[in-house]
């Protein structure tokens, strides 16, 4: 048998591994065969078997999808949730979105920086990129965002949509920008690491009184 303090602790635990240290981990990993290697074996015959699928129809689909995710449509899209979270009295909430799509914006500005890896070019794509690819910014912000909001809905009856809708979401926009020939898998899987490390981190310092809360509410549970 566990102590008490363990066992009541053991939620907030677990979910320390699944947002910090597997990411990181995973980023680590990824980082080094980037470095090192100039990314993953299956990088290039990936992009390759995906491309096998295209049409201009899915073309349409997919550029859609990308720009929705974009520099010019997610920051605007972001603004308009922090308002509506503003208005309706969610300041912190507001605050928190800001802060997660905004600075997985800056740490993916900074990686591309180190790394200068030049993106993939095996096809002209319909929605050609010219900066550096490690790690994907659609990817990278776009997690962010969704992993937020499904963090502030996980304590409502929401919680299950909206982790059903920002899976769907994130997987998209990963999918689209390895269909568009623009990222390697490993970019895509780089930036989803980092996002989650980053968005765990702010949620953890915003809202560090609201986890201490859900502790001491597990540990008077556990006693009783």
Do not use: N
Request: one cysteine or more.
């Amino acid at each position: 048998m566990l102590p008490k303090s363990i066992t009541s602790r053991l939620p907030m635990l677990l979910l320390f591994l699944l947002l910090i240290l597997i990411p990181l981990a995973v980023f680590a990993k990824t980082a080094q065969e980037v470095w090192a290697e100039g990314g993953f074996g299956i990088d290039a015959p990936t992009l390759l078997f995906i491309h096998r699928f295209a049409t201009p129809a899915l073309d349409h689909v997919m550029v859609f999808i990308t720009t929705v995710a974009g520099f010019y449509s997610l920051p605007f899209i972001t603004l308009a949730v922090c308002a509506l979270f503003w208005v309706r009295h969610h300041r912190r909430w507001a605050v928190f979105l800001l802060l997660a799509v905004a600075g997985s914006g800056v740490l993916m500005l900074t990686i591309k920086s180190l790394f200068r890896r030049i993106r993939p070019h095996l096809w002209v794509s319909p929605a050609p990129e010219t900066d550096f690819g490690f790690p994907s910014g659609h990817s990278i912000t776009s997690i962010s965002f969704f992993l937020a909001l499904v963090m502030l809905a996980w304590p409502t009856r929401y919680r299950w949509p909206a982790l059903i809708l920002g899976s769907l979401g994130t997987l998209l926009v990963g999918l689209s920008r390895l269909y568009l020939g623009v990222h390697y898998p490993s970019d895509v899987i780089a930036a989803w690491a980092v996002g989650v490390v980053w968005t765990a981190v702010a949620f953890r310092v915003l809202f560090r009184h609201h986890l201490l809360r859900q502790v001491e509410q597990l540990s008077d549970a556990e006693r009783v």
